[in-house]
């Protein structure tokens, strides 16, 4: 299936390309427009990001699967990940991420049935000094406990 920009977001790309010296330079900001409009980051995405951008479809891959917030596939409304990188696991995330699959039924890139929750295991996420951590969306909870993670998931299930 081909993918291509809406005319709104075509507009935001080109304002966000006036922003910089070379197209390339863009690229995160497009594929967070990309992302909003799609809900993941799939091959056919990162084809026309490339088109666009003038750089190969393996350059855009490259940053897609360095950083966390982009997803190749779809999450749900409340995307959690949970840093087990050393820092994290010294301070107990295993057992924090144990706690989370547990309680949502979930395992490694799995999606709830109502598509509300997502997990995903990841590797560092810059926030050692306040180990173990979890992020939801865009949000990060720091010096987490197993009762703590237990307490974030029911707040979000109340918020539906």
């Known amino acids: 299936m081909e993918f291509k920009f809406t ?19 863009a690229l995160m900001p497009v594929l967070f427009i990309a992302q909003e409009q799609n809900e993941y980051i799939s091959g056919e995405v990162m084809t026309e990001i490339s088109r666009i951008l003038e750089i190969t479809p393996e350059d855009v891959l490259g940053v897609v699967t360095f950083y966390t917030m982009y997803h190749q596939q779809p999450v749900g409304k409340y995307h959690i990940q949970v840093c087990t990188n050393v820092s994290c696991m010294l301070k ?6 144990e706690r989370v699959k547990e309680k949502l039924g979930l395992d490694h890139m799995q999606v709830t049935k109502d598509k509300l929750f997502s997990l995903e295991e990841v590797e560092c996420m810059g926030s050692c000094g306040t180990a173990p951590m979890l992020a939801v969306n865009e949000d990060y909870f720091e010096n987490l406990t197993k009762e703590e993670a237990d307490q974030i998931i029911e707040s979000l299930k109340n918020r539906n």
Not at 7 to 25: G, T
Not at 92 to 97: A, D, K, L, M, R
Request: glycine share 8%; aromatic share 8%; no cysteine.
């Open 92 to 97: 107990g995330s295993s057992g924090i991420y």
């Open 7 to 25: 005319e709104d977001n075509l507009k935001r790309i080109e304002e966000s390309l006036s922003r910089y010296p070379q197209k390339r330079a």
